[in-house]
């Protein structure tokens, strides 16, 4: 009598299933909605991860989109990394989020980082811009570390364009940094607001501008750069200025 071979159902599901699946990147450049990662778990779940595998060597990328209202349907943020649970550590980097909508409260952040120490940048480009008008603070950095920005746009901001609460090792090139507010309270009118933080380098990059200012901070009201309680600062041709206390 032949035998047939026989296999279970079980180890034959479990062969079907040992070949890793390929990772899913979105297609990007399109609409989506406000973001928010709290764990590494997130940067898959988001749906808006466009290319890399989270190590160093290959950050993800989230972007580019066009965010077309903030987390809370009226106010919030476009982008939202928060590590305060210490859940990330996936190295990210953002690019080309467009923020399209108004939001008058000028405590609300557009990109939003907390906690975040892995090196990160957030970049835009003129084919993919990092940008919003009518926005409240362009960018919040708070406690964390090892950020790049280069190439943002905050127009008509009715908010601080980037605001530096206790980080350190920042920088920031080519960005365009503006506020409509007329005699704004300290310091929502400012173009870059930092305090309790250090080694922050100010139009230094290579890619500025050889000749000419490396970032736009003409304001309505309010100063281009505020330092309360900051050290190691250092702006593009001139040496560091006087800390100023609100």
Known sequence: MRHLLSVPLTLAAMTLFAFPAESAFATGAGAHAAITITSNAGFSACSCVTSGNGTAASPFVIGPWSINAPSGGTSGWSVKIDNSKGKITDYFNIFGISSNYNN????????????????????????????????????????????????????????????????????INNSKLKATCTLCSPHVGDGVYAVNSANLSIGTGADCPSSGPCNDLTYDDGFGIWLADTQNVRPAGRPAPHQRRP
């Not at 990109?111 to 990160?120: E, G, K, N, Q, Y």
């Not at 990092?130 to 943002?152: F, M, R």
């Open 104 to 171: 008058t409260n000028s405590t609300d952040p557009t990109i939003w980082l907390v906690d975040v120490s892995t090196a990160t940048s957030i970049t835009g480009t003129n084919a993919n811009p990092t940008t919003g008008n009518n926005l409240g603070i362009g960018i919040e950095l708070d406690n964390s570390s090892n950020i790049s920005i280069d190439g943002v746009d905050y127009n008509k901001g009715n908010g601080t364009g980037i605001f530096i609460n206790g980080s350190t090792n920042v920088s």
